[in-house]
């Protein structure tokens, strides 16, 4: 089972990326998904989830408005599209996905796939 997370870079401030986190070894039908962050120095910090069944069910404060997850089960990937980026926004993003499917309550403790981090730095 493998996540592969991709689409970081170095954007300005304002600027827009988009992330991608395929699977390969596992179905992310059905699977609650979830992105996070950590920037240096800082907790990981939760920033989307989406449903195992329908659309997004949760954004942190700190994105809503500005990110949007979405699934794409023909490519077995989900996405977050990230726009009005700012310096804050700066941290290695990973996706993650659980054991468990169908249901969308899932504890952190119960993510037990998670990509290997893409890099955003959102610098001028």
């Known amino acids: 089972v493998q996540l592969q997370a991709s689409g970081g870079g170095l954007v300005q401030p304002g600027g827009s990326l988009r992330l991608s986190c395929a699977a390969s070894?596992?179905?992310?039908?059905?699977?609650?998904v979830g992105w996070f962050r950590q920037a240096p120095g800082k907790e990981r910090e939760g920033l989307a989830y989406?449903?195992?069944?329908?659309?997004?069910?949760y954004y942190s404060d700190s994105v809503k408005g500005r990110f949007t997850i979405s699934r794409d089960n023909t490519k077995n990937t989900v996405y977050l599209q990230m726009n009005s980026l700012t310096v804050t926004d700066t941290a290695v993003y990973y996706c993650?996905?659980?054991?468990?499917?169908?249901?969308?309550?899932?504890?952190?403790?119960?993510?037990?796939?998670w990509g290997q981090g893409t890099l955003v730095t959102v610098s001028s």
């Open positions: 070894g596992l179905s992310l039908e059905y699977r609650v």
């Open positions: 989406i449903s195992s069944t329908d659309g997004p069910i």
């Open positions: 993650a996905t659980t054991h468990i499917v169908g249901s969308d309550f899932v504890d952190l403790g119960q993510y037990t796939y």
